[in-house]
């Protein structure tokens, strides 16, 4: 068995439920850059900022038991989590699974998050007449804030920022495991559903990395027309294009090695 640097997670967690939990270091540096970045901003939004986290974090463990929820549902073996900021970091492996169960168990996290979009979305609107943030990449003023009736977003902590920062979050993560390539969720779909279906494994090889490949390039693509508009959160989407190729090209290594990595 070889280690992938890619899977490093340095701070355990524990076991939860039987589940091994580990901090991806993805996600440490990002509450931390987040957290600095705050503090040298104008006006020192550091609370705003560490309450938004924290709502991510509790996003990011819903996700989760919902996919330790199906498993244990259909009897079957919980992944290890290693969380980083979209989910738990998913690195590939030598054998696919052919069991139907996967789908259920990979879709249970996204099923989780769209729960909670639909309760907050409504919430925001019947109780403060407030507009969810439909726009993954914020409302251009306060991020994940909803629009309240006047027009502006949310005053910072009040009632309807939690719950529109929450429902917000919980909206970022189901779009983005919506994508058919590792770590996310739709990676494992797409993997799951080739190898349950009637393709050759010679074309399930095939089809995962090409696809992978397709949403990097587009990811990158749409990234530097953003870098290029001058919008900063174009460095977002360059990243996770270059995480899915170093997926692609950590199965590569995988399979010309013969081994998988943990």
Known sequence: MMTDPLMWSPIHLGRWFG?????HIFLVLFLVFELL???MTEGSPVVPTACWLALLLLTLAL?????????TWLRSD???VRLWPLGNMIGPSSHGSRSADNISVALAGPAVNAAVVMIT??????AFGAQFVWNPLGNGQGSGAPQMPNGLPALALSVPWFIGWFGYLNWVLLLANLIPALPFDGGRVLRSFLASSSVSPAKDVLYAPMTAHVCATLLGLAGLVRLLGGKSDG????SLALLIELM???EARILEDGG???
Do not use: W
């Open 260 to 262: 998988f990595f943990e």
């Open 63 to 71: 996700h989760e038991l919902g996919h330790a929820a199906m498993a």
């Open 37 to 39: 970045n705050a503090s």
């Open 78 to 80: 919980p992944d290890d």
């Open 19 to 23: 589940v091994q939990v580990r901090l």
């Open 248 to 250: 692609v090209r950590t």
């Open 121 to 126: 979305s409504l919430g925001l609107g019947l």
């Open 235 to 238: 460095i977002t989407f360059i």
